[in-house]
């Protein structure tokens, strides 16, 4: 029997562009003697189209991006009711990223719509996204991390003098101000004095109404991959040579100025111990499917956690399959497991 799968890419987010390029290597790389894939694009205004089911890969996105008479209702489009009345997917595999995607909401329809999926649950995707309550997480499962704090923008607006006080005697120079829920490192600055931190805060907040602020450090930037459900496997730790002054939104898919190492030339002992903390995180947040654990690693070998994302970049050439490849597990066979702990997440449930 082959496995009905619903793949769900585009969304609105910054990250539209790249889920489109994703999903065409996902398609490539899916076994089509094994899985019946239909395709679901969400437009940048957030509407759903469907296409009909595929029978060979796409040779470009332009053919991915349906018209308007495809446009369904999310419900009707993750569950094939109008196609066939009562058919179900095996699988919807959500292939996007950042709020609308990867934060929870759509995983919460899935839910209710009782279909299983790829990936984190609604509990996982929604505090993974929003990095204060994340780091709220690490903090109480013992996990090291930079000082931090958080402001909401009202508080801010009512008095911007005491925020930015607060800041300077919290978390002091330089620090990162960062939007709570997003990615891609929209929005994010590095600030080394006030007039520094006046703009980050104005720039954060036009993104979200809550922000970050973390203590800066300089270090080296390694990231695992984890997959699994409750016995996650790490992979080796790879990392991200960024040439500028911080992996900044340009350098990710811009200007491509950055490289990756895989694995990392970390110590044996320093590899072991990122393998447990990305565990743990994993761990902390309930996350099930898959995971990218971001740490910072000072020259004197302290490790600090930064974050988990809970839809990592997914192309060929993203962190998340490489580090998979590195450590035994080729790209087809990634998505294959994906959906197997999809599936398995599901039933262990009923
Ligand atoms: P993504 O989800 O794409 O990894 P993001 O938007 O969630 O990114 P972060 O990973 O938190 O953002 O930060 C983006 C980058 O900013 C980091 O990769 C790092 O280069 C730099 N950075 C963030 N926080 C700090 C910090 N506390 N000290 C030093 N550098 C930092
Ligand atoms: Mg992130
Ligand atoms: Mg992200
Ligand atoms: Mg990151």
């Not at 890969?57 to 369904?72: A, N, R, T, W």
């Amino acid at each position: 029997m082959k496995i009905k799968l619903c793949l769900l890419f585009g969304g609105k987010s910054a990250e539209h562009e790249v889920s489109l390029q994703t999903a065409k290597a996902v398609i490539k790389a899916l076994d089509l003697t094994k899985f019946d894939i239909d395709p679901v694009f969400i437009t940048k205004d957030g509407e759903w189209r469907k296409g009909a089911s595929l029978s060979a890969p796409v040779e470009d996105v332009k053919e991915l991006q349906f018209g308007q008479q495809s446009e369904v209702s999310p419900a009707e489009a993750m569950t094939n009711v109008p196609a066939a009345p009562g058919a179900t997917y095996d699988i919807v595999f959500p292939l996007l990223h950042g709020p609308n995607g990867e934060d929870g909401t759509v995983q919460g329809l899935l839910e209710v719509l009782n279909v299983p999926y790829v990936g984190n649950g609604v509990l996982a995707s929604s505090a993974g996204m929003d990095k204060v309550i994340m780091k709220n997480l690490f903090r109480d499962a013992g996990l090291p991390q930079v000082n931090y704090t958080s402001f909401i923008r009202s508080a801010w607006e009512q008095d911007r003098e005491v925020s930015y006080l607060k800041t300077e005697e919290e978390i002091g120079y330089p620090c990162f101000i960062k939007p709570a829920n997003l990615g891609s490192s929209v929005g994010i600055s590095k600030c080394t004095n006030r007039a520094e931190l006046e703009a980050g805060f104005e720039e954060a907040f036009q993104f979200d109404r809550k922000i970050v602020i973390e203590q800066g450090v300089k270090a080296r930037e390694i990231e695992l991959g984890v997959i699994g459900n409750d016995f996650p496997e790490v992979s080796v730790p790879g990392e991200i040579v960024a040439k500028k002054d911080f992996y900044d939104y340009k350098s990710k898919y811009v200007d491509g100025d950055s490289v990756m190492v895989i694995p990392a030339e970390l110590s044996e002992g320093l590899t072991e111990e990122l393998q447990r903390m990305a565990k743990k995180a994993f761990q902390t947040v309930d996350c099930s499917g898959l995971v990218r654990a971001d740490f910072f690693v000072t020259e004197d070998n302290q490790i600090f956690i930064n974050e988990i994302n809970t839809m990592p970049g997914f192309t060929p050439y993203s962190m998340f399959p490489l580090l998979w490849e590195n450590t035994g597990v080729a790209y087809a066979e990634l998505i294959e497991k994906l959906v197997q702990f999809g599936i398995g997440r599901y039933q262990e449930k009923q």
